[in-house]
C-alpha cells in the first residue's frame, strides 16, 4: 500500500516568516515529486516538482527532497497571506503507469 | 494556453439517478485522470487514459462508474446509479504523457442527496 504522509494542520505562520511544510511516503521506488497548492473551493495548481535528492528553488519557493529518508519539504520564504491554502504532496513511481498518490494536505495559515 | 475545461461546476442529484461529466483537456496532452477528492482529502485516482486507451481503472468502483475517452481527446465520467458517499469534488487532470506533470481543471462538485 502506497501512502503519502502529511500533518493536516493548521500550520500558522506569521507574514514574513518562511512556512515549512513536509511529507514522507512508504515506496522507497518513488521517483517523482510534486506540490499543489488548493485553495479553499479550488482545483490544486502545480506549484513544484522535484526528481533527484536536493534543493529545487522556483522564487520564494524551495522543494527539498531526501530519497533515502522518503522526505520531502516544501519550504515558502516570505510568506504572504495570499500563500493560506490547503499545500497537497503528491509522489509518483517512475514507471509512468502508476499512479499519483497524493497526501491528505496541510493547511497554511499566514498570520497578517 | 488553454486549460482544462469540465463541465458542469456544481451537480445535485437524489440518490439512484444518474449523472455525467466532461471533461476536455489541454490541448495535446495524451493523458487523461479524473479523481475523486472528498472533502479534507487528497484526490484519488479513478482512472487513466493514455489517448483513448485505459492505463489504470484499479480504483473505479465498475459497477456504477464508468468513464471514456473516445477520441482520445475529451473524456465522459458517468455515475449510474448514484449513492450518497459518491458526494465530493471530481476532478480532471491531463499531462503530456504520464510522466509529466499533472494539470487540473476547475472540478465538478456533486452532491447526492
Known amino acids: 500500500q502506497k501512502e503519502v504522509e502529511q500533518n493536516s494542520g493548521p500550520l500558522s505562520v506569521p507574514e514574513g516568516a518562511i512556512a515549512s511544510l513536509n511529507c514522507t511516503y512508504s515506496d522507497r521506488g518513488s521517483q517523482s515529486f510534486f506540490w499543489y497548492r488548493q485553495y479553499s473551493g479550488k482545483s490544486p495548481e502545480l506549484i513544484m516538482s522535484i526528481y533527484s535528492n536536493g534543493d529545487k528553488e522556483d522564487g520564494r519557493f524551495t522543494a527539498q527532497l531526501n530519497k533515502a529518508s522518503q522526505y520531502v519539504s516544501l519550504l515558502i520564504r516570505d510568506s504572504q497571506p495570499s500563500d493560506s491554502a490547503t499545500y497537497l504532496c503528491a509522489v509518483m513511481l517512475n514507471s509512468g503507469n502508476t499512479p499519483l498518490v497524493f497526501g491528505k494536505g496541510t493547511r497554511l495559515s499566514v498570520i497578517a | 494556453e488553454a486549460g482544462v475545461a469540465q463541465s458542469p461546476r456544481y451537480k445535485i442529484i437524489e440518490k439512484r439517478q444518474s449523472v455525467a461529466f466532461w471533461c476536455n483537456p489541454i490541448?495535446?496532452?495524451?493523458?487523461l485522470y479524473w479523481y475523486q477528492q472528498i472533502l479534507g482529502q487528497g484526490p484519488k485516482l479513478l482512472i487513466q487514459f493514455q489517448n483513448n486507451g485505459v492505463v489504470d481503472d484499479s480504483q473505479l468502483p465498475k459497477d456504477r462508474f464508468s468513464a471514456e475517452r473516445l477520441k482520445g481527446v475529451d473524456s465522459t465520467l458517468k455515475i449510474q446509479p448514484a449513492k450518497l458517499e459518491d458526494s465530493a469534488v471530481y476532478l480532471c487532470?491531463?499531462?503530456?504523457?504520464?510522466?509529466?506533470?499533472?494539470?487540473f481543471g476547475p472540478g465538478t462538485r456533486l452532491t447526492v442527496t
Open positions: 487532470a491531463s499531462s503530456l504523457s504520464s510522466l509529466h506533470e499533472q494539470y
Open positions: 490541448s495535446g496532452h495524451a493523458t
